[in-house]
């Protein structure tokens, strides 16, 4: 289980692939599975994932959206650097496994804000206003649970560790410089603690409506840090740290060295988002009037790309009416890890912790290319990330997901015989 500091897992080495196919298929994990089956004979390249913490201030890892400075690693240059050093880190971690404990638990940490705003006549906005009279409140649940998982070795000295909160790492954004963002500041302040080589594995949660920008009581969050002498970067690493903490100082002793061990890798067929002629119509419309400005200077040309593949989704649906989604499930004593390849709404992730057999159940999400896939609520509203422009799969396709996945944690929790 690898965690990228990136926005998404999606490339193409080879550059081969349309610009619509990168929205769906992750070429990237397949082609990085290659170079490990062949450095590691034997292992089942399929049971490996990657996952993103959605930085929004990593390497680009496609082309067609982005204007890269020439004097700056290229997209295929930085593609082959990352394939080079997550292998070296996989075969690493391959051969060097040892006998070792394990012990999992949760606590709290105000991180994540849902960031859609509803509005008096039913739309909402992604980071719209709250201090106007229309707005009438927050869009969705936010889950603010940490889940820890700690890895020990014979010795009992803590070699590593998972956190799990439902918050893409996207407080840095739309800077010029490569940032992990908060996993940065959290993984300093853990190793200041537990020892500099911890590893720290960062997954996020169910988060596709969720961030840490604030939505509302901004000026006394502000003050509040300032007081404290924390950047805000400082400040969130603060609060998860005290939530690991916690964690730590209940299962500490409760370490467990042999526990069932199942890993489930399956494909989940998901019906897509049809577009419909009328949002054809509207695409054409909107792709158009940006063509127009571009030529004019305006730099909006992965704004257009946004529009004119939804166009082509229009005739390749047709012979494509489900999306071939990857799931790994996972047992691992008494606790679950699942995956999905979206930004998930955080409605989902509940829904599938709430009906899962497992004591605690850690929902990944981004293990995959990153499209989202929102609630009907947030359909019902509309704006970017709920619209069709934004999603491959919608809510139909959210059910599957929740439903399918929960079906094969039950797999994992009968009792022999049964």
Same mark, same amino acid.
């Given at each position: 289980m690898v965690s990228c500091d990136l926005a998404v897992i999606r490339g193409d080495v080879e550059g081969t692939s349309t610009s619509l196919e990168q929205s769906w298929k992750c070429k990237l994990l397949e082609q990085f599975r290659q170079r490990v089956k062949a450095k590691l004979v034997g292992f089942d390249v399929g049971k490996l994932f990657l996952n993103a913490t959605h930085t929004h201030t990593s390497m680009v890892t496609y082309d067609g959206s982005y204007d890269i400075p020439k004097d700056v690693m290229q997209t295929k240059e930085y593609l082959e650097f990352l394939m080079d050093r997550l292998g070296e880190m996989v075969v690493k971690a391959w051969e060097s496994r040892r006998p070792g404990g394990v012990s999992w638990g949760m606590s709290h940490a105000v991180v994540a804000q849902n960031r859609r705003a509803v509005y008096a006549n039913g739309t909402a906005k992604m980071y719209g206003k709250t201090d106007v009279p229309e707005f009438r409140g927050l869009e969705g649940y936010e889950d603010l649970a940490v889940e820890v998982l700690f890895f020990w070795d014979q010795q009992k000295k803590l070699i590593a560790t998972a956190v799990n909160l439902a918050c893409t790492a996207q407080e840095v954004e739309h800077g010029k410089a490569v940032n992990a963002d908060f996993w940065h500041e959290l993984r300093e302040d853990l190793r200041s603690r537990y020892g500099e080589k911890l590893c720290v594995l960062g997954w996020i949660g169910a988060a596709g409506d969720q961030s840490p920008h604030l939505m509302y009581r901004k000026a006394a969050e502000e003050r509040m840090r300032k007081l404290r002498g924390l950047t805000r970067l400082q400040e969130i690493s603060r609060r998860i740290v005290k939530a690991v903490d916690e964690v730590?100082?209940?299962?500490? %002793?409760?370490?467990?060295? %042999?526990?069932?061990?199942?890993h489930k890798v399956k494909t989940i067929p998901l019906p897509i988002r049809m577009v419909t002629e009328e949002e054809l119509a509207e695409a054409k419309k909107q792709a158009a009037a940006l063509l127009e400005k571009e030529k004019r200077g305006a730099n909006i040309h992965g704004w257009r790309m946004w529009h004119e593949r939804l166009i082509d989704r229009y005739e390749w649906q047709k012979s494509n009416p489900t999306y071939p989604m990857e799931a790994h499930v996972i047992r691992l004593g008494d606790v679950a890890i699942c995956t999905n390849p979206f930004e998930l709404f955080t409605d989902y992730g509940v829904r599938i912790k709430a009906r899962s057999k497992a004591l605690q159940t850690f929902v990944i999400q981004l293990a995959g290319p990153g499209t989202y896939l929102p609630t009907e609520r947030a359909v019902k509203g509309g704006h970017y990330s709920a619209i069709v422009q934004s999603n491959l799969v919608g809510p139909e396709g959210g059910h599957v997901l929740v439903d399918r996945t929960v079906e094969i944690?039950?797999?994992?929790?009968?009792?022999?015989g049964k």
């Open positions: 730590y100082a209940a299962v500490k %002793d409760d370490i467990h060295t %042999d526990v069932p061990m199942v944690l039950d797999e994992l929790w009968k009792k022999p």
